[in-house]
T-cell receptor
């Protein structure tokens, strides 16, 4: 079991360029998430997918789009990168437990360090 | 407004010493609280979960406590090892008409030989 796999690990973009961050999980989890981590701040939710076929905005969705391609894969797209999107991006997944108040833990990928110049 | 505050921001200790990390939260209603460990260049990994009715839970050399009345949690690390050097993140799940996961900014722990 690889867990949650993210690619690429590092990326440098120029302002206005576009790119897609890929994420795949092999744990048969229903829910998948994209977070960004900035210095001195807690992880912030960009978008999530509670189940295959659904996506919803999180706390900071502006400038991003997502696709839940199938149960395994959840991609994050930056259509026109801006310097404010320089951050470390984490994909996560978990098995949503409807009966116990979201007690299920999140499993994270290793992150993508993105710099926008 | 930060709903999960962690202290200290960073901490340096000598190998073999104990330390305690603090987490104060204002999230209400409260569902559960987790502590995650994040090694440099890696994603966070869950250490332990505390639900409303639990006061103390141990996971090896890690012991988490929760006081739901004062909305405080702590993570105590005993007999620290070099491999404990990492960020420790407090995560609170609130139930505010839908479950919401709120992350603290973390405490960066450095264990020196």
């Amino acid at each position: 079991n690889a867990g949650v796999t993210q690619t690429p690990k590092f990326q440098v973009l120029k302002t206005g360029q576009s790119m897609t961050l890929q994420c795949a999980q092999d744990m048969n989890h229903n829910s998948m998430y994209w977070y960004r981590q900035d210095p001195g701040m807690g992880l912030r939710l960009i978008y999530y997918s509670a189940s295959e076929g659904t996506t919803d905005k999180g706390e900071v969705p502006n400038g991003y789009n997502v696709s839940r391609l199938n149960k395994r894969e959840f991609s994050l797209r930056l259509e026109s990168a801006a310097p404010s999107q320089t951050s470390v991006y984490f994909c996560a997944s978990r098995n949503r437990d409807r009966g116990s108040g979201n007690n299920e833990k999140l499993f994270f990928g290793s992150g993508t360090q993105l710099s926008v110049l | 407004k930060n709903q999960v505050e962690q202290s200290p921001q960073s901490l340096i200790i000598l190998e073999g010493k104990n330390c305690t990390l603090q987490c104060n939260y204002t999230v209400s209603p409260f569902s559960n609280l987790r502590w995650y460990k994040q090694d440099t260049g890696r994603g966070p990994v869950s250490l332990t979960i505390m639900t409303f009715s639990e006061n103390t839970k141990s996971n090896g050399r890690y012991t988490a406590t929760l006081d739901a009345d004062t909305k405080q949690s702590s993570l105590h690390i005993t007999a620290s090892q070099l491999s404990d050097s990492a960020s420790y993140i407090c995560v609170v799940i609130g139930n505010t008409g839908g479950f919401k996961t709120i992350f603290g900014a973390g405490t960066r722990l450095f264990v020196k030989a």
